[in-house]
């Protein structure tokens, strides 16, 4: 039998969803004074003042940076695009930092509020990821650090979870992107069992056990998987800075790199990507005379970065490539080319955290039925 505690959640617009701030509870200072901790903490849930200016920080981020957010996905072009990331980046900052001062939480009644807020802890993370490429000499170190003793594996997946843990990423989850394969599972929900299961079943929040994925869909904010086969019916996709993406190079429905969406073009469906463990482009060796772009790819990757880049030459291996998701080769054509002794490359998947997995939890998967509360 799950524990598991649907809460449910109503969606009114964001200009009704601040509450005034309610007084103290009148029981709250009798339970204190009587040493009574559980029920201090219960109460106090529906009393915070603190969880009240949580909901009030996330609002004005979230409705501050609408409009940029809005002209960043307008932009014509990588150039203006980057202006625009700049500038949101630039107004999210302060923000960040405020709502970090009142703790971990990030929970608020409007699932709207809270993805405007998930995507600038993410744009946080690419800002981070973009300053390993400009300085990439110890950007393996710096995410190997995070991983021992599984240090000596590819770092892909350790790159982009250092840039996440940044951000606030709970602790207990970046072993979910130290493997290709942990990464699928990480956002489909396929859990692990035992203790040293990586994906696991069971999360500890508001003072319950509940299944991750329902407790997950009760906060309305749902771990998101977009697939190959998804990507290649058209349509409007839903990618942005900071979504991790899995790389097929060559081996039909498989995955096996590793990277962080940098940025993405929703006119030309053109999809830039920044990773360690890398082979693509790099910040141009000052040493070396600029050669200037290749092609118009290469240009537009530029523009994006917002500095010359040269094909992989230092061996630090922090690089940036470009895809275009409207022009994937389908599974059959990856299987004919690689019979033809072609390398092709295709994007495999395209995931987005949840919110939850910013704030502190516990996680269990010790048991397949039964959280640790009902063991």
């Given at each position: 039998?799950?524990?598991?505690?649907?809460?449910?959640?109503d969606s009114p617009?964001?200009?009704s969803q601040?509450?005034?701030?309610?007084?103290?509870?009148?029981l709250?200072?009798?339970?204190q004074?009587?040493?009574?901790?559980?029920?201090?903490?219960?109460?106090?849930?529906?009393?915070?003042p603190?969880?009240e200016?949580?909901?009030e920080?996330m609002?004005k981020l979230a409705?501050?940076r609408?409009?940029?957010?809005?002209?960043?996905?307008?932009?014509?072009?990588?150039?203006e695009?980057?202006?625009h990331?700049?500038?949101?980046?630039a107004?999210?900052a302060?923000?960040?930092?405020?709502?970090r001062?009142?703790g971990?939480?990030?929970?608020?009644?409007?699932?709207?509020?809270?993805?405007?807020?998930?995507?600038?802890?993410?744009?946080?993370?690419i800002?981070?990821?973009?300053?390993a490429?400009?300085?990439?000499?110890?950007?393996e170190t710096?995410?190997?650090?995070?991983?021992n003793?599984?240090?000596?594996?590819?770092?892909?997946?350790?790159?982009?979870?250092?840039?996440f843990?940044?951000?606030?990423?709970?602790?207990d989850?970046?072993m979910?992107?130290?493997?290709?394969?942990?990464?699928v599972?990480?956002?489909?929900?396929?859990?692990g069992?035992?203790?040293?299961?990586r994906?696991k079943?069971?999360?500890?929040?508001?003072?319950a056990?509940?299944?991750?994925?329902?407790?997950h869909?009760?906060?309305g904010s749902?771990?998101?998987?977009?697939?190959?086969?998804?990507?290649?019916?058209?349509?409007?996709l839903?990618v942005?800075?900071?979504?991790?993406?899995?790389?097929d190079?060559?081996?039909?429905?498989d995955?096996?790199?590793?990277v962080?969406v940098?940025?993405?073009?929703?006119?030309s469906r053109?999809?830039?990507?920044?990773?360690?463990n890398?082979?693509?482009?790099?910040?141009?060796?000052?040493?070396?005379?600029?050669?200037?772009?290749?092609?118009?790819?290469?240009?537009?990757?530029?523009?994006?970065?917002?500095?010359?880049l040269?094909?992989?030459?230092?061996?630090?291996?922090v690089?940036?490539?470009?895809?275009?998701?409207?022009?994937?080769?389908t599974?059959?054509r990856?299987?004919?080319?690689?019979r033809?002794?072609?390398?092709p490359?295709r994007?495999?998947?395209?995931?987005r955290?949840?919110?939850?997995?910013?704030?502190d939890?516990?996680?269990d998967?010790?048991s397949?039925?039964?959280?640790?509360?009902?063991?």
């Amino acid at each position: 039998m799950r524990t598991t505690r649907h809460l449910k959640r109503d969606s009114p617009s964001l200009s009704s969803q601040r509450r005034p701030a309610a007084p103290p509870h009148p029981l709250l200072a009798l339970q204190q004074s009587a040493g009574n901790q559980a029920v201090v903490r219960h109460l106090a849930r529906f009393a915070s003042p603190e969880e009240e200016r949580v909901e009030e920080v996330m609002e004005k981020l979230a409705h501050g940076r609408q409009t940029l957010y809005a002209a960043m996905k307008r932009a014509p072009d990588e150039e203006e695009r980057r202006k625009h990331r700049v500038a949101l980046r630039a107004f999210d900052a302060p923000w960040l930092k405020r709502l970090r001062a009142l703790g971990t939480s990030k929970q608020h009644p409007d699932p709207t509020v809270q993805d405007m807020v998930l995507a600038a802890l993410q744009l946080e993370a690419i800002a981070n990821a973009e300053g390993a490429l400009m300085d990439a000499k110890d950007a393996e170190t710096v995410a190997r650090a995070e991983f021992n003793p599984y240090s000596k594996r590819d770092w892909c997946g350790m790159f982009a979870a250092e840039k996440f843990l940044r951000s606030n990423l709970d602790e207990d989850l970046k072993m979910d992107y130290l493997h290709v394969d942990n990464v699928v599972d990480y956002f489909t929900y396929r859990y692990g069992w035992g203790e040293d299961a990586r994906i696991k079943k069971w999360i500890h929040a508001e003072d319950a056990w509940h299944e991750l994925r329902d407790y997950h869909e009760a906060r309305g904010s749902v771990r998101q998987w977009l697939t190959a086969d998804e990507i290649q019916r058209g349509g409007e996709l839903d990618v942005r800075a900071g979504d991790i993406a899995v790389i097929d190079h060559g081996v039909p429905g498989d995955a096996n790199h590793i990277v962080m969406v940098h940025s993405y073009d929703p006119q030309s469906r053109r999809l830039n990507t920044i990773a360690g463990n890398d082979g693509g482009f790099e910040v141009e060796n000052p040493e070396q005379p600029h050669k200037g772009p290749r092609d118009d790819d290469h240009q537009a990757l530029e523009a994006a970065a917002g500095t010359p880049l040269s094909e992989a030459w230092s061996g630090h291996r922090v690089g940036m490539h470009t895809h275009d998701l409207g022009a994937q080769p389908t599974e059959s054509r990856m299987r004919e080319l690689r019979r033809r002794g072609r390398r092709p490359v295709r994007v495999f998947a395209v995931g987005r955290p949840s919110i939850v997995d910013f704030e502190d939890h516990r996680y269990d998967s010790t048991s397949r039925k039964f959280p640790p509360a009902t063991r």
